[in-house]
């Protein structure tokens, strides 16, 4: 049986050429480049609440980095350093191999080093410290959206949540929709670049984990204003279009959560930006309402303009 040690030396000790000092030591040591912020995020992913006993290793591993991705994007900020804490039930070496590589895929493809962490023996439990590197006034805030705003959302949303309501057996997805729907749940793509190409040109943004209207909410109470969405306009990925159910549909794309989208604001003379963005990256960002003075509230408007009731507001785990 492998000690603790060794195990760490075996899985997660590649080389991280972009710290001062990687792991090994007492703590790690990086240092920013001139005139930027450290930006620091972190993220808990445990089995039974995140994921389901038995889930695919690689995709937790690719998970566990994807979400604290998705923070830093949703920051503007370049992702650098992670530490990568993992409390494991036995030393399964097959689990470890598999969970390393699906976290190192995702990091080299975003430069991200890891540089230390902790193993323990418990509840299979992941959490991942990120840290990056934005110029401070560049910082892509909640607070930052002002009135007459246009509201943008990266890809698609409610995938995720449509591959949740087919395990639970709420529907039915046929291929190919099911295996997309599934690789949306458990290996988000991070907006990485997006996050990065959005400095100095969106006001606000945050990234969609809990439901695309419930993190709109988020911008909304810190900027102090409220939104106006029509959903007619919100992009319909492929396994949502076919689905069959329109209710359930809506539920996912509005409330859904687990999309790792980001959802952001910029001024109106700035779309075509946007959309010169949009081409550049081959990423679709699509205008789905604008920020009102007001409440900090979404209505959200059918293609008649009036207000459409909202389902869930979105997921909280101790609602
Ligand atoms: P300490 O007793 O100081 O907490 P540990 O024995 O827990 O040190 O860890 C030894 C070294 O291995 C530290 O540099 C730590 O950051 C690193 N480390 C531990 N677990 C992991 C992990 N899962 N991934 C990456 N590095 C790790
Ligand atoms: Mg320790």
Known sequence: MATEFELIQRYFSRPAPSAVLGAGDDCALVRPKPGMTL????????EGTHFHAGADARRLGHKSLAVN?????AMGADPHWGLLSLALPAADESWLAAFAEGFYALAARHGVDLIGGDTTRGPLTISVTLIGEVPVELALRRDGALPGDDIWVSGSTGEAALALAALSGR??????????????????????ELGGR?????????????????????ILEMSG??????????????????????????????SGGDDYELLFTAPPHRRGEVQ?????????????????????????????????????PGFDHFR
Do not use: K, N
């Open 39 to 46: 930006a620091v995020t972190t993220d808990m992913l445990l």
């Open 69 to 73: 991705l998705s923070d830093l994007a």
């Open 171 to 192: 529907i039915a997805l046929a291929e190919p929709f099911i295996t997309q729907c599934l690789a949306r749940l458990e290996a988000p793509d991070p907006r990485v």
């Open 198 to 218: 959005l400095r100095g040109l969106a006001r606000s943004a945050i990234d969609v984990s809990d439901g695309l209207l419930a993190d709109l909410g988020h």
């Open 225 to 254: 204003s409220g939104a106006e969405v029509w959903y007619d306009t919100l992009p319909r990925a492929p396994g949502i279009a076919a689905c069959g159910d329109e209710s359930l549909a809506r539920e996912c794309v509005t």
């Open 276 to 312: 010169d963005l949009s081409a550049d990256l081959g990423l679709v960002l699509t205008r789905i309402g604008s920020i009102v003075p007001g409440e900090s509230r979404a209505i959200l408007r059918d293609a008649h303009g009036h207000a459409m009731p909202v389902v869930h």
